[in-house]
């Protein structure tokens, strides 16, 4: 029942502010409580302050991530842990939301029958919030008369738990426990509302009602809510000021796993294509094969991330285009404002690196990924390609910038494509070619030859620069997994059996990305591996060298990944993005009824800044 009495509540129900540190806290004076709590890869810690003051100085004073947050006066107490009596029983209604203060509407009440749960058995979705974007923290604990009761819990409390996980407001969950049979809880939310809507779940109201029952089940417990200054003055209906943007260097797990996940928050989860975990793990750690190191940042208002990009050079692009130019790439933020103002602080700091210009978004280059889509919007993304709002073009006009490299996506619906012919002998004869596909068990020879193929074909591109091994291991890290054999061709010549041109598709492993949030573990291998028809696929590179360009070996290698992508019953064909000026490569796949789906450029700006051989 409510209280503002907590002095016979345990510890951590006293307690006046709580702070979350990632790492270890060096704080002693005025805490009450601490605990040791992980959130994923984040190690972090949990600690009770008997007064806001001590936990404010503790949070000044901690060189990592903290969040700061304040005991609310009202809270809850039963049983043996209440002050006013010993009374075991919930409250008659439920704590108002926001909206329902506002509009001075009663909540509606806790009591009366409610629905048994039903199991939850859909898949939890990719994390969106770390433990330090928490708003409010629910923390308590119910003391259970025996053990019995304490495992008869667990019928629905991890039910409870998982689908207090899918909810778009949940953050962070943990437990403690203390003898004798006393089972804590700690849960920590976007805001307060969503900690209500949380408490209003029949899975939450069936536990309490059970739990309250006189005292069979239980002898006490204990809630108190916490909440952010931010948070609170929210509430109160006071304005908060508007903090400028600001770069900050990603250098903690926290900052890394925030980098991760803020596109989630606002991005459509259908749409979007989200980064893999494994790439930005080597760019923040410095084994990615790049040219120097690459920064990653968040841009930051006040305590609130509101978007990212890495920030970096590479000598054989600047040699390539005859600049010196700081490139960023993974580029999102969450409104046009945002983004405006992110990219005019990688203006200023190219200026400050003595660039001519920046250029981007390119992951690493222009010849791995990146680009922003200026058209298509409604349309998904997929692997290897890239989506965004239909403002982003915008905020980048806004910001100065000029396009560069319009290209395309394409898409064939392969199953109202005309009807492929294989190649015949003859006509393979007649080019001077024999077609293979790729094995898996020869895979690192597979990759070294299609680098040097890929180098050869592409090196007259305004924007390529020359692959070396290790960017190739990069970028085929995966490869082995997700590789279809069928799929990834080559045409040898005749005589001499030396490779001269050569098509990778892939089956599109976009969807189980979306669902792992761009992790690639060994459930995702699994599904990878599984496939299964009526499969999406990607053309990722294609090309023939010079040499043998016009002679009609791409157009033989296209028949025949054809007829292998009707016969894997695969339901669309789409492209990485082809240059406009590059007809030639766009032409195999209007042959299957191909259509552009996303018009796709980099931006360029000058920074007005002198160049260094002025």
């Known amino acids: 029942m409510f209280t503002t009495d907590f002095t016979r509540a345990p510890v951590q129900g006293r307690a006046a502010a709580l702070l979350l540190v990632e790492g270890r806290s060096a704080a002693r004076e005025g805490v009450v409580w601490r605990r040791r709590v992980r959130d994923g890869s984040i190690r972090a810690e949990l600690v009770l302050f008997g007064t806001v003051e001590a936990a404010r100085t503790a949070a000044a004073a901690h060189p990592a991530r903290s969040r700061l947050l304040v005991a609310e006066e009202r809270g809850y107490t039963n049983g043996v842990w209440r002050a006013e009596d010993r009374s075991m029983a919930h409250n008659e209604r439920f704590h108002p939301t926001s909206t329902e203060e506002r509009a001075h509407r009663e909540p509606p009440p806790v009591g009366g029958p409610v629905k048994r749960p039903r199991r939850d058995r859909a898949p939890l979705p990719p994390r969106r919030w770390t ?10 604990a119910t003391r259970y008369r025996h053990p019995i009761a304490w495992i008869a819990t667990n019928r629905h409390w991890w039910q409870m738990v998982r689908k207090m ?28 509302d ?79 294509v989200p980064l893999l975990d494994a790439d930005v793990r080597a760019w923040s750690d410095g084994s990615a094969a790049a040219d120097g190191p690459v920064e990653l940042h968040l841009a930051r208002r006040g305590d ?11 000598g054989a692009l600047d040699a390539k285009l005859g600049t010196r130019a700081t490139l960023f790439g993974a580029t999102w933020a969450r409104t046009r404002d945002d983004l405006r103002e992110l990219l005019e602080l990688v203006v200023e700091r190219g200026r400050r690196d003595g660039s001519a210009e920046v250029l981007g978004p ?88 299609l680098r040097t193929l890929v180098n050869a074909a592409f090196a007259q591109l305004p924007y390529y620069t020359e692959i070396s091994p290790a960017q190739m291991r990069d970028a085929t890290s995966g490869l082995v997994g997700l590789m279809d054999p069928g799929l990834w061709l080559v045409a040898e010549d005749a005589r001499s059996g030396e490779p001269v041109g050569f098509a990778l598709v892939v089956p599109d492993p976009v969807d189980v990305l979306r669902a792992s ?64 000026g590059n007809r030639a490569s766009a032409r195999p796949i209007e042959r299957l009824g191909g259509r552009p789906l996303h018009a796709t450029v980099f931006y360029r700006r000058t920074t007005d800044a002198p160049r260094e051989d002025a």
Request: proline share 5%; charged share 25%.
């Open 131 to 140: 433990l330090f974007d928490s708003e409010s923290m629910f923390l308590g």
């Open 165 to 192: 996980r899918r909810m778009p407001g949940s953050v962070w969950h943990g437990v403690y426990a203390q003898w004798p049979f006393t089972l804590g809880t700690l849960a920590t939310y976007r805001t307060r």
């Open 194 to 272: 969503d900690m209500m809507r949380f408490a209003r779940m029949p899975e939450h109201r069936h536990l309490m009602q059970w739990i309250v029952r006189d005292t069979v089940n239980a002898t006490g417990g204990f809630i108190r809510i916490f909440s952010s200054p931010e948070e609170i003055a929210r509430r109160d209906g006071h304005a908060l000021a508007t903090a400028r943007l600001r770069l900050e260097r990603v250098e903690t797990e926290a900052q890394l796993q925030e980098f991760l996940a803020v596109s989630r928050r606002d991005d459509p989860a259908h749409l979007a």
């Open 304 to 314: 609130e991330t509101v978007g990212r990009t890495t920030i970096h050079r590479d």
């Open 362 to 449: 390119v992951s690493l280059l222009p010849n791995q990924t990146g680009g922003v889509i200026t058209s298509g919007f409604a349309e998904p993304g997929f692997f290897d390609g890239a989506w965004n709002p239909a403002w982003v073009p915008e905020a980048y006009a806004d910001a100065g910038f000029g396009t560069w490299n319009e290209s395309d996506t394409w898409i064939a619906q392969l199953p109202d494509a005309p009807e492929p012919a294989a190649p015949t002998a003859d006509e393979l004869a007649a080019a001077g070619v024999r077609l293979r596909r790729a094995s898996r068990l020869r895979f690192p020879r597979e990759v070294a030859r």
């Open 517 to 580: 949030g761009g992790r690639v573990g060994l459930r995702e291998i699994a599904r990878l591996l599984r496939g299964g028809r009526g499969r999406d696929a990607v053309l990722v590179i294609h090309g023939v060298v010079p040499a043998r360009q016009g002679r009609g070996v791409a157009g033989l290698l296209w028949r025949a990944l054809a007829v292998r992508l009707r016969d894997g019953g695969y339901r669309t064909l789409r492209t990485t993005y082809i240059g406009r």
